[in-house]
């Protein structure tokens, strides 16, 4: 709830701020491509507001995609190491498994009568 009425206090003020701007810099500049010519060759207008609202937007963009692409290792790490703990988690059920099968084998064999000498042998030294 605190979060969301900062957000409100913080983002409210720019948001009016933004339109003001917006407002006022409506008149068209001219945006030339050519940096030594005289006669432009390549020479547009457009209002100022929209020229540096998507200067920001590309830096935004651009920004986001060099991050994404710097963190590329950390997220191949992080699958890799994903699935690393899923495969050592079915190991580790399917050894569990085989434990309880081997556990209840025991217990059915040190449950039923000896049958003859080497049997009682076993038992016995399987309780020592």
């Given amino acids: 709830m605190i979060a969301k009425i900062l957000s409100f206090i913080i983002l409210v003020p720019i948001a009016i701020i933004l339109v003001v701007f917006c407002v006022a810099n409506r008149e068209l500049v001219p945006v030339s491509l050519d940096p030594i010519g005289t ?15 998507g200067s920001v937007i590309l ?8 991050t994404w692409f710097t963190q590329a290792h950390y997220r191949r790490k992080s699958w890799k190491r994903k699935y690393e703990v ?17 556990q209840e ?24």
């Avoid at 899923?86 to 081997?102: G, I, S």
């Avoid at 039923?112 to 020592?128: D, E, L």
Wanted: proline share 6%; aromatic share 4%.
């Fill in 39 to 53: 006669m432009p060759q390549f020479a547009f207008q457009a209002p100022l507001f929209i020229l540096l609202m």
């Fill in 59 to 66: 830096g935004i963009v651009l920004g986001g995609l060099g």
């Fill in 86 to 102: 899923e495969r050592l988690r079915r190991e580790a059920e399917e050894h569990k498994a085989r434990a309880r099968q081997l």
């Fill in 105 to 128: 084998e025991r217990d059915r064999a040190a449950l039923a009568p000896p049958t003859g000498a080497g049997s009682t042998a076993i038992v016995t030294s399987r309780a020592a």
